[in-house]
């Protein structure tokens, strides 16, 4: 993904699902395949970005983001949850339906 990118991803009107990860991280191997069964299923209701932290420190530093994997949902522009940790399909779709709104 280009760097100058990011910040016009975000203004999608769909919900945007943010995953900042990295290649050291064992949980984001197994958050990694939760996310593309929910991309498969959902489809173009949503757009989902994977970030390693490692190659955009910077984007890290700007979302505060201090523990991997952590999920960011965006939609036109607005944080609407952010929250670390590996995330179950339910609960994924659960928090996308609700940015949805």
């Given amino acids: 993904m280009e760097r100058g990118n990011f910040n016009t991803i975000i203004q999608d009107h769909r919900p945007v699902v943010i995953d900042f990860h990295a290649q050291w991280c064992g949980p984001c ?5 939760i996310l593309k069964e929910v991309a498969s299923e959902l489809g173009e209701q949503i757009r989902v970005i994977k970030i390693d932290v490692d190659q ?3 984007l890290a530093v700007r979302y505060g983001i201090q523990g991997v994997p ?3 949902v965006f939609k036109n522009g607005e944080i609407k949850y952010k929250q670390s940790g590996v995330h ?3 609960q994924l779709i659960s928090v996308i339906n609700q940015a949805k709104v």
Avoid: G, H, I
């Fill in 70 to 72: 952590t999920l960011m």
């Fill in 29 to 33: 191997r197994v958050q990694s395949p």
């Fill in 56 to 58: 955009n420190p910077e």
């Fill in 88 to 90: 179950q399909k339910s």
